[in-house]
T-cell receptor, first 114, second 111 residues
């Protein structure tokens, strides 16, 4: 089954404790992206990757890191989480965003930073 | 910069009635527009897209959207709403390496 898998789905952590949210897709997509969803703000892009070893900042990259060492994986790293990073996070992939391919989303990871 | 706006936070419709969820856009050049739906505790699912061609686009679950260039709108429609259509709907526009999403509209369909 074609899917984007995120882990963990739910996480409660404390300020400053490094964490990683993993994302994996099995569709051989070149493009992958991370969004955060906050009430009243819709979805805002954090980082994206057009292909392996190529990553770029989105609209709200501060406090986050990503890597794209393999085509299928695109982990989101919070080196020192803060309460304002409490949010619902979505990973998404596409066969070609440049060619107007639609995005496939994971189920989301709800993060709470205390 | 490209942007979309969804003027209604919530839309309430009775089951069996037609529904419309509104979206307006602001782009330079030709717009590539999308609608996504999010059910509770789920990720977003693609409904339909407009790239070029016919102004009426048909998508999943009986939804359609009308592209109107003069009004810069891309409203989502369905002739007869179902209770199961209740969800959060997002309009989006493509901008370089990403999709830019609207704030979302909560659709509530009552029996």
């Amino acid at each position: 089954e074609a899917q984007v898998t995120q882990n963990p789905r739910y996480l409660i952590t404390v300020t400053g404790k490094k964490l990683t949210v993993t994302c994996s897709q099995n569709m051989n997509h070149e493009y992958m992206s991370w969004y955060r969803q906050d009430p009243g703000l819709g979805l805002r892009q954090i980082y994206y990757s057009m292909n392996v070893e190529v990553t770029d900042k989105g609209d709200v990259p501060e406090g986050y890191k990503v890597s794209r060492k393999e085509k299928r994986n695109f982990p989101l790293i919070l080196e020192s989480p803060s309460p304002n990073q409490t949010s619902l996070y979505f990973c998404a992939s596409s066969d070609s965003i440049a060619n107007t391919g639609e995005l496939f989303f994971g189920e989301g990871s709800r993060l709470t930073v205390l | 910069a490209q942007s979309v706006a969804q003027p209604e936070d919530q839309v309430n419709v009775a089951e069996g009635n037609p529904l419309t969820v509104k979206c307006t856009y602001s782009v330079s050049g030709n717009p590539y527009l999308f609608w996504y739906v999010q059910y509770p505790n789920r990720g977003l699912q693609f409904l339909l897209k407009y790239i070029t061609g016919d102004n009426l686009v048909k998508g999943s679950y009986g939804f359609e959207a009308e592209f109107n260039k003069s009004q810069t709108s891309f409203h989502l429609k369905k002739p007869s709403a179902l209770v199961s259509d209740s969800a959060l709907y997002f309009c989006a526009v493509r901008d370089a390496g990403k999709l830019i999403f609207g704030q979302g509209t909560e659709l509530s369909v009552k029996p």
